[in-house]
């Protein structure tokens, strides 16, 4: 494993003794050829930490449509996720990246999410069809997703705005999914106390009965001793195991959040425009310049003809070249970008990561799912310990930053020079 980091104010990384930079690229596939009118959100003060006032306003073509504002009470306890982009230096680098996330959806370790292209396609397939089955409970804020369904269904591509909203979207379920389930392993704890604290009172307050005063007070049965601790198993009860790693810092994020599959620098700038902060970007790369995929060479070396097969092969080496290219440009213009923010930006506290693959842990067959799955958690593995030490960096950097202290030294004058 390999990595290299570095911050957007400094411009360069280390590894080792020897410095890189890495650079960045806008990708065009994304971004849409029509201006974009059927969403509008004017006030984006959709905070994940500081619980403030939540407001959108959704209006679909030129119809006027209601102004659904959300408010919520601040909480005490700050929902701080950690998010970062992880993506590919070539396009071949994207079978690492379904790796990564079929490991991440096991799922191996409990506070990793992933929100990725396929993923939110599928968001707007479940949520924001009409006609489709829904679930019962529909989250917050689903509305989003039917304005994406609509934009799909007239033939036309989402814009950058809606990508980041249903980002955004995605990103508010896996808060409040993580919120209710830490809720309901507190209520789980305190109730399993209230039941122990009850069965000592009753026990305790169980007077004996008089001596030579009659019969014996018959005994009233003892009340249920909760057995939720025990590891004891009931008859029909099966054994559930817990295979996740739970190697998470106690000091860390709440959440830690993976972006993979939008390869585009202006989302990359929406997103904190929309306050949310990527920590850092995150490069997956192969550590030989060959390709690692296996290709026949007759099938290579042979004239193109006309047949619709060869047609679509064609298409589809010329969208893989543009593709590469889209990726190439994305690593150059990266930290460009990254520093034309103005000042104060949180576009300099992201940092520029990268991994690299080793050829000794490639599966033997990328068809089999189980090896696969097992090259993922692999790169699961290295990928968590790069956003722990991350993490580490930055509560350094913080806490240097807190405590320095800068002293104006007074110039000394000519008559001072002099004596």
């Known amino acids: 494993m390999a990595f290299t980091a570095g911050w957007c104010g400094s411009g360069t990384g280390q590894t080792g003794t020897k410095r890189e930079t890495a650079g960045w690229h806008c990708c065009r596939r994304l971004t849409g050829t029509r201006p974009f009118l059927s969403i509008f959100i004017p006030s984006v ?51 690492f990246l379904d790796a990564l996330a079929a490991a991440i959806n096991v799922p191996l370790r409990k506070l990793f999410s992933i929100i990725s292209w396929e993923g939110t396609m599928k968001q707007v397939v479940e949520l924001g069809n009409p006609k489709g089955k829904r679930p019962s409970e529909l989250p917050m804020f689903y509305e989003v997703t039917e304005v994406a369904w609509e934009t799909l269904a007239k033939g036309e591509e989402l ?5 980041c909203e249903i980002v955004k979207f995605q990103i508010l ?9 830490k809720g309901n392993d507190t209520k789980a704890s305190v109730d399993e106390e209230v039941i ?41 009860e099966v054994e559930v195991i817990d295979r996740c790693i739970n190697d998470e810092p106690d000091d860390g994020p709440q959440h830690y959040i993976i972006i993979q599959g939008f390869q585009n620098l202006q989302f990359l700038l929406m997103l904190g425009k929309l306050r949310i902060d990527i920590s850092a970007v ?15 060479v007759t099938e290579s070396e042979k004239e193109p003809s006309e047949t619709p097969e060869a047609t679509a092969v064609e298409d589809d080496n010329q969208q893989k070249e543009e593709t590469d290219k889209g990726l190439e440009n994305f690593w150059k213009y990266l930290e460009p970008v990254l520093n034309s923010g103005k000042p104060g930006s949180k576009l300099f506290d992201i940092a520029r990561l990268q991994y690299t693959v080793k050829e000794a842990i490639l599966p033997q067959d990328w068809d089999n799912y189980d090896m696969k799955l097992e090259f993922g958690a692999l790169i699961f593995e ?38």
Not at 46 to 74: I, Q, Y
Not at 282 to 296: A, G, H, V
């Open 196 to 236: 122990a604290a009850s069965a000592n009172k009753k026990k305790a307050d169980k007077k004996p009965p008089g001596k030579g005063k009659g019969k014996a007070e018959r005994k009233s049965p003892e009340p249920p001793v909760s057995r939720r601790n025990t590891k004891l198993l009931k008859r029909g």
């Open 282 to 296: 995150i490069m997956i790369s192969y550590e030989k310049n060959e390709s690692f995929l296996k290709q026949d």
């Open 159 to 163: 814009s950058l705005l809606l990508l």
């Open 45 to 95: 003060s959709l905070t994940l930490g500081d619980g403030e006032v939540v407001a959108m306003m959704v209006t679909r073509g030129t119809e006027n449509s209601e102004t659904a504002r959300l408010k919520r009470s601040r909480e005490p306890d700050h929902w701080r996720p950690a998010i970062y982009f992880t993506v590919g230096e070539k396009i071949e680098n994207e079978l």
């Open 173 to 181: 379920c896996i808060k409040q999914k993580d919120l209710q389930k």
């Open 382 to 419: 290295d990928i968590a310990s790069i956003i722990y030490d991350c993490e580490d960096w930055k509560r350094q950097h913080q806490n240097y930053l807190q405590n320095t202290k800068l002293i104006t030294v007074p110039e000394a004058s000519k008559g001072d020079e002099v004596m």
